[in-house]
């Protein structure tokens, strides 16, 4: 064992010269981006803050700086007067972006988040990006951490790469391992990572969960979304069986279904035994519990999100929520009318490798009622304007507090009086009067 160590130890470069070569200040790393230059961070916990803020800082000396990113988290220079130097193009509008895109001083691109690999390769410039990871380990290499999605193809296609190595971001398994050799400049940065905490479930969050879990068999494959359904959900699936995850991202309530048990993709199609995902938002325990952890892969999103590869995995289940529904079954998950709010995300992505998988269920969640029960999201037809995300061919179950309307192989006529069913009881018949207008029932 002793002459294999040293054979080993002989083998193995030591990166540490590279590593302080490369080493530097966030404004030295801001300072390689000029004007004219496109630039593209990753999503959430992902995002590299201090070069984002040194960037912010500079941003009077450049003129025409593209930022290209899926959900923005630091504000810097979300501000009008930042427009002629750094214009933003959001993938997925964020709250911290929201009102930027509202207002056109930034813009937003459609797209499939299983395609913005390809787009970036096919469409879209990157001269300069930038990536929070994991130390450096001994053979060179760091993590993408908590968001791999985009980050490696961005990294491929830049002129330049800058990273931003935090102790606190987990060491992860997987696709998703980049070496100093392909790095420009590195930060170090030591501040705590972006944590999203964990809301109070509500009675009508934990009455949707509810009605989900019942149809969710033991062996299922999940996806969830983010917010209060999702945890109601997962809250209500801890005394399953043999349940595996295959998702997008990876939440604090899906640490709990892997430290109980009910999580261990014992009966998983493909990557058996491994959680899969492709980034990660929640609190420090999400995070610790990912570091090092063999049971969980990060993947690229065009793996992940591939329709085909979801659809591999036998009871593949995607629970994801929506903003209105119209009684054809189309759902409205990205706008409020022309407004736009957030971006079509994974949830076509994986409604359709639902409909793939043997045994696949997809499940579209929304409250009843919006602005204190004063308006129906269960709607006639959708507003003028509104981006449909999951249309009336993909639509499996909807889901509200009142139950469950399976609409996937049903008429128009059966969709509609299903849907009345699971609205709110104050808007039924007003549902009905309309829907026998429009000559449906």
């Known amino acids: 064992m002793q002459n294999i160590a040293v054979n080993l130890e002989r083998l193995t470069p030591d990166y540490s010269n590279l590593y302080q070569q490369k080493l530097c200040s966030p404004a030295v790393a801001a300072a390689a981006v000029k004007s004219g230059d496109h630039l593209c961070f990753p999503i959430c916990a992902g995002e590299p803050t201090l070069l984002v803020q040194a960037l912010a800082e500079r941003m009077h000396q450049l003129e025409g700086v593209v930022v290209n990113q899926q959900h923005h988290l630091n504000p810097a220079y979300?501000?009008?007067?930042?427009?002629p130097h750094i214009r933003v193009n959001s993938w997925f509008t964020s709250g911290v972006s929201r009102k930027a895109v509202q207002e056109g001083w930034a813009d937003f691109?459609?797209?499939?988040?299983h395609e913005v690999p390809k787009l970036l390769r096919e469409y879209w410039p990157v001269d300069v990006a930038g990536t929070v990871v994991s130390p450096m380990d001994e053979h060179g290499y760091f993590t993408?951490?908590?968001?791999?999605?985009?980050?490696?193809?961005?990294?491929?296609?830049?002129?330049k790469v800058i990273v931003q190595v935090n102790p606190n971001a987990p060491r992860t398994h997987g696709n998703c391992h980049i070496h100093i050799s392909q790095v420009d400049h590195v930060i170090e940065c030591a501040e705590p990572l972006v944590e999203l905490a964990i809301p109070p479930i509500s009675a009508i969050e934990e009455a949707i969960g509810g009605y989900i879990a019942e149809l969710i068999e033991d062996g299922s494959t999940l996806q969830l979304?983010?917010?209060?359904?999702?945890?109601?959900?997962?809250?209500?699936?801890?005394?399953?069986?043999?349940?595996?995850?295959?998702?997008e991202m990876i939440t604090d309530g899906m640490v709990d279904l892997m430290a109980s048990g009910a999580v261990n993709n014992s009966r998983k199609t493909i990557h058996r035994g491994k959680t899969v995902g492709t980034f990660a938002l929640g609190t420090r325990r999400l995070?610790?519990?990912m570091n090092e952890n063999p049971m969980i892969e990060m993947h690229p999103v065009d793996y992940t999100n591939d329709p085909y590869v979801i659809g591999q995995n036998d009871k593949l289940v995607s629970i994801n929520a929506t903003i209105e529904v119209d009684l054809l079954g189309q759902c409205a998950s990205e706008s409020i009318g022309t407004t736009p709010w957030s971006g079509t995300g994974g949830?076509?992505?994986?409604?359709?490798?639902?409909?793939?998988?043997?045994?696949?269920?997809?499940?579209i969640t929304l409250a009843s009622t919006a602005k204190g029960g004063t308006i129906s999201k269960i709607v006639p037809t959708l507003q003028a304007g509104a981006a449909v995300t999951t249309n009336k061919n993909d639509v499996d179950h909807v889901v509200t507090e009142f139950g469950v309307a399976k609409l996937r192989g049903k008429t128009a006529r059966d969709r509609a009086l299903a849907l009345i069913e699971i609205a709110h009881p104050d808007f039924r018949e007003q549902l009905r009067a309309e829907a026998r207008k429009m000559n449906r029932i």
Do not use: W
């Open 78 to 83: 979300f501000k009008p007067e930042a427009r």
């Open 109 to 113: 691109v459609p797209n499939y988040f």
């Open 144 to 159: 993408c951490s908590l968001s791999v999605a985009y980050t490696m193809e961005a990294i491929k296609k830049a002129k």
């Open 225 to 247: 979304g983010i917010g209060g359904i999702p945890n109601a959900v997962c809250k209500a699936l801890l005394r399953k069986k043999d349940l595996g995850i295959h998702t």
């Open 287 to 289: 995070y610790e519990f």
């Open 347 to 363: 949830q076509a992505d994986f409604v359709r490798g639902a409909n793939i998988s043997k045994g696949g269920k997809s499940f």
